[in-house]
């Protein structure tokens, strides 16, 4: 598993500057005004850094940018790393710079000399969470990243405000780590493994096996599996932190590969299938920020993991299945499964836990896509309210969500001519159509949201706080909800 670099706070301690190996990286202000550390580092250097803020290349730079200064004279360091930051960055400022440094450091040993800057903790986070790479698969010798310091004013107050977000690193990067691997590798066994190890830090796992599914009467998710080798399981994360309060339920696609089934998917950019689970990844991933903070509330995470394979066993279009809720459908085509796996498991987190709300995570629809491109997830809701906070956590994370309207209109175009509905609604509105279907399976006074993620969840070029591949979208904002919601 990849873990986000550790990252100790001490005193500043200038005379040690001059010493210090690897590389050093200091902030400067927009108007060129420098602190005490990079004053330290200018007359270390002989005004290396003065020189450079009177520069055009200076000028140039926008807030949150970084440039570097090699082998400068008078310092024993390789590298001083120069960012440009406003007085007072916002959170999201704090973390793109951070981000900035992680990528120019590579992995060299670092020493942030952050001095009195503002929402220090908040460029530790970015500068975390851009460190990720998945590697894991390349045979080539990988150096290990060298150790990171921030030297501050008040260490121990910026460690405190620091040691959350070392647990939504974490968390998003085992969500990114569950996204990015490929299909051979995170089997349903292999997934349902991954998350029983989170039983170390204290959360309760519990993995329903197949015969199990079939006596709860989980018809529809069981048929996606049905054509593959590897068992269809539910997996239960639950995290009473809170207390005798009902729980918030979190539940996740997780299919592992979605080849289409007998509806084939076409061959060209099949392999992004891998990423289908991406909605499992990310419940898992809050689960284990949850864990990792101790956090003050009651929640409970349910992932359908499943693989969508065509076979001699495989479910057919035309087939009839069964819902645990009881009603039935008729499977049109059988890569519209997704919506088959959360359609039992979501019903199965309201049946079991009574939940206070619930929402759901999935690479749904394609048709998101063509809606809102990679910025934005979409977001149906029957709450006002509750989609209304995740949004407003979305953005406070700087992660995109975006609202999507639903409606009578759009549920009537699952009806189904021999059984209770279809699995697809037709050519129009697809990513809409996939939402009405899952709210068939939401009781109508359990707020709800479903966030279509396949936009979000992996991407083709980086972001400000990934490399490209999985983002680990979602688990700020949810994390952040929580913590606003039943802990604020
Ligand atoms: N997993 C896909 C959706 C998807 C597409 C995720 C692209 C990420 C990137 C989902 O299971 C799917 O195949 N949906 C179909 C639904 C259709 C058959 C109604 C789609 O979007 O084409
Ligand atoms: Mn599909
Ligand atoms: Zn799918």
Known sequence: MS????????????????????????FVAEDGKLDLCA????????????????????EKMKAGDVTALTFPAGLAAQTVLVCKLTRRPT?????????????????????????????AEEISLGLALRGYSFDSHKTADKPGAGAVTFMVSKPEEVAKAAAPMAAIAEGVFFTRDLTNEPANILTTDDFAARLAAMQELGLEVEILEEDE????????????????ASPSKVVVMTWNGGGEEAPFALVGKGVVFDTGGISLKPAAGMEDMTMDMGGAGVVAGVMRTLALRKAKANVVGLVGLVENMPSGNAVRPGDVVTSMKGDTIEVINTDAEGRLVLADVMWYAQDRFQPSGMINLATLTGA????LGHENAGVFSNS?????????????EGEGAWRMPMGKAYDDLLKSRVADMKNVGGRVAGSITAAQFLQRFVKDDVPWCHLDIAGVASVKSETALAPAG????????????IADKYEG
Do not use: H, Y
């Open 3 to 26: 873990t986000p670099a550790e990252i100790q706070f001490k005193d500043v301690d200038l005379d040690a500057v001059a010493a210090l190996t690897g590389t050093l990286a200091v």
């Open 470 to 481: 999985a983002t680990g979208w979602g688990v700020m904002a949810l994390n952040r909800l």
């Open 91 to 119: 959170a999201l400022e704090a973390r793109k710079a951070g981000a900035q440094l992680a990528k120019a450091r590579g992995t060299e040993e670092l020493t942030v000399l952050a001095g009195n800057i503002a929402k």
């Open 368 to 371: 998101i896509l063509v809606a």
């Open 384 to 396: 006002d309210e509750l989609s209304k906070a995740f949004i407003k956590s979305a953005e406070t």
């Open 39 to 58: 004053r330290k580092v200018n007359s270390l250097s002989r005004k290396a850094l003065a020189r450079l803020v009177e520069s055009e290349k200076f």
């Open 213 to 228: 599914l079939e006596k709860l009467g989980m018809g529809s998710l069981l048929c996606v599996g049905q054509g593959s």
